[in-house]
C-alpha cells in the first residue's frame, strides 16, 4: 500500500473514506478535516444526520457559521437523490476553478436493506459521476464500531482512497472504474400478494388510475398518491418510447411501504440515469430523475430480459 500527502491529491477528485469507532472518534476525525478546509478558505458542505450535525458544530465553535450544513437523513433519505446535491453544490465552484470539501454519511445502522444496497452503488457511482471534478475532496465517514463488516469492507472497495490522520493511503481493495458494473442483479421477490396492468401508450390513463386507485386503498395520503402516480407515469413512458412501447406495472404492500414496479423490455445503459439532474434542453434523462426527487426510494435494474424500475413510498411519509 503507497502513501501520499494531502497536497498530492488536492488537484483531482479525491474520494476518501475514514474509519472511527463512536462518537468521539467521529468528531475528531471529521472535524479536523472540516477545520481544516475553512482555515484553507475553501467550501465545506456537511452532508450528515442532525445529531452529528449537532457534535461537529459544537467542537468546531465559531468555524461552524462557516460550513454549509444539510441533514442526511432527509437529504439522503433516497440516495438516488444525493449525486444531484453534491453536483449542484460543487458545480459553480469547479467552474471558478476552486478547490472545496464535502462530507458525506449516506451509510448508518438501521438503514432499510433495499436502501443499503442502493446507499453502497452510490458510493461506486461517486467516482463516476465527478471523475473530472479537480479539487473536490469527498471525505465519507464510517462507523466501525456500528456497521457490519461487509459493508466495511464494500466501503474500501467504493473508495480509491483511505484518510487516517492527515495523510491520505492508496485502498488495495479499491475496485477502480474499470472494473466498476452497474447493479444488475435481481431484485428479491416481493414477500406479499400484488396486483398487475399491462400498458402502452393509448393505455396510460388507465394504468395512472390503477396506481392511484390502489395507493388510496394502502392508505397513502393525497399528495404521495400523486407523487407516486407522476414518478410511476414517468417511469411508463420511458418504457413506451425506449422500452419496446409497453410494459407491465405491478403494485404491492410491504411493511409500511407501497412499492409500485414497472418492467419493461428495453434497456438503461448509462448508470448515472436518474441520479445526476439532466442539463436543460438535454433529450431523456428527466423522468427518473423526477421519481428520485418524489418517491423514497428508487432501485434500477437492467438485464438481458430488460428494465425493472421499483419506486417506494413510505405509507407514513
Keep these: 500500500m503507497s ?3 494531502l497536497s498530492d491529491h488536492l488537484h483531482s477528485f479525491s474520494h476518501e473514506a475514514a474509519f472511527y469507532a463512536g462518537p468521539r472518534d467521529f468528531v475528531e476525525q471529521v472535524a479536523a478535516f472540516v477545520r481544516e478546509g475553512v482555515d484553507n478558505g475553501e467550501p465545506v458542505l456537511v452532508m450528515v444526520k442532525a445529531e452529528k450535525i ?3 458544530q459544537e467542537a468546531l465553535g465559531p468555524d461552524a457559521e462557516r460550513v454549509a450544513w444539510s441533514d442526511m437523513a432527509e437529504a439522503g433519505r433516497n440516495p438516488g437523490r444525493i449525486i444531484s446535491a453534491w453536483t449542484d453544490y ?3 465552484y469547479l467552474t471558478e476553478g476552486r478547490g472545496l470539501r464535502g462530507v458525506g454519511e449516506p451509510i448508518w445502522a ?3 436493506p433495499e436502501e443499503m444496497v442502493e446507499c453502497q452503488l452510490h458510493e461506486s457511482l461517486l467516482n463516476l459521476a465527478f471523475s ?3 479539487g473536490f475532496r469527498l471525505l465519507c465517514p464510517y462507523d466501525t464500531d456500528a456497521l457490519p463488516e461487509d459493508v466495511i469492507d464494500e466501503a474500501r472497495r467504493s ?3 483511505i484518510l487516517e490522520g492527515d495523510e491520505l493511503h492508496e485502498c488495495s481493495g479499491y475496485r477502480g472504474l474499470a472494473n466498476f458494473a452497474p447493479a ?3 431484485l428479491p421477490t416481493p414477500r406479499t400478494a400484488s396486483e398487475d396492468v399491462g400498458f402502452q401508450q ?3 390513463a388507465t394504468m395512472r388510475r390503477f396506481v392511484a386507485g390502489r395507493a388510496s386503498a394502502a392508505g397513502l395520503g393525497e399528495e404521495r398518491i400523486e407523487d407516486l402516480v407522476v414518478a410511476t407515469n414517468e417511469a411508463a413512458t420511458n418504457s413506451v418510447r425506449h422500452g419496446g412501447g409497453q410494459g407491465v406495472v405491478r403494485v404491492w404492500r410491504d411493511g409500511g411501504e407501497l412499492i409500485c414496479e414497472v418492467r419493461d423490455r428495453g434497456r438503461i445503459d448509462h448508470p448515472l440515469v436518474g441520479r445526476r439532474r439532466p442539463e436543460p434542453g438535454s433529450d431523456g434523462g428527466h423522468g427518473l430523475w423526477m421519481a428520485n426527487q418524489l418517491c423514497d426510494l428508487v432501485q434500477i435494474r437492467t438485464r438481458r430480459s430488460g428494465t425493472v424500475v421499483r419506486l417506494h413510498m413510505r405509507l407514513a411519509a
Design 202 to 204: 393509448t393505455t396510460l
Design 90 to 92: 460543487a458545480a459553480g
Design 54 to 56: 449537532e457534535l461537529l
Design 132 to 134: 473530472d471534478a479537480d
Design 159 to 161: 473508495h480509491p482512497l
Design 110 to 112: 438501521g438503514r432499510e
Design 184 to 186: 444488475n442483479d435481481p
Design 3 to 5: 502513501t501520499a500527502t
